[in-house]
């Protein structure tokens, strides 16, 4: 069993930057990917970035170029840097890995 923990989030205004962290405990041996989703009202929850074990990262083409996925692999942690934030990105942010294994979520809000 793998146990997320986020944390950063908030309210940012429009082009702005955010931070977000999950460290992964648990059965951290079994972890070979690490994630983001994300969720807005009335949507589906969405693939944001995904970075495997070899360093490879995947994103969403809404985000590319704007957010960058980044982990420390020994300690099974990764990051999300949100730039040049837009409202739309607006949404509950969640960390996600293998077996099914979620966050909490945690608030991004981009408003002015």
């Known amino acids: 069993q793998v146990q997320l923990v986020e944390s950063g989030g908030g309210l940012v205004q429009p082009g702005g930057s955010l931070r977000l962290s999950c460290a992964a405990s648990g059965s951290i041996f079994s972890i070979n990917f690490m994630g983001w989703y994300r969720q807005a009202p009335g949507k589906e929850r969405e693939l944001v970035a995904r970075?495997?074990?070899?360093?490879?990262?995947i994103y969403a083409d809404s985000v590319k170029g704007r957010f960058t996925i980044s982990g420390d692999n020994a300690k099974k942690t990764i990051y999300l840097q949100m730039n040049s934030l837009k409202p739309e990105d607006t949404a509950v942010y969640y960390c996600n890995a293998p077996y099914n294994s979620w966050g909490q979520g945690t608030q991004v809000t981009v408003s002015s």
């Open positions: 970075i495997f074990d070899d360093g490879s990262t």
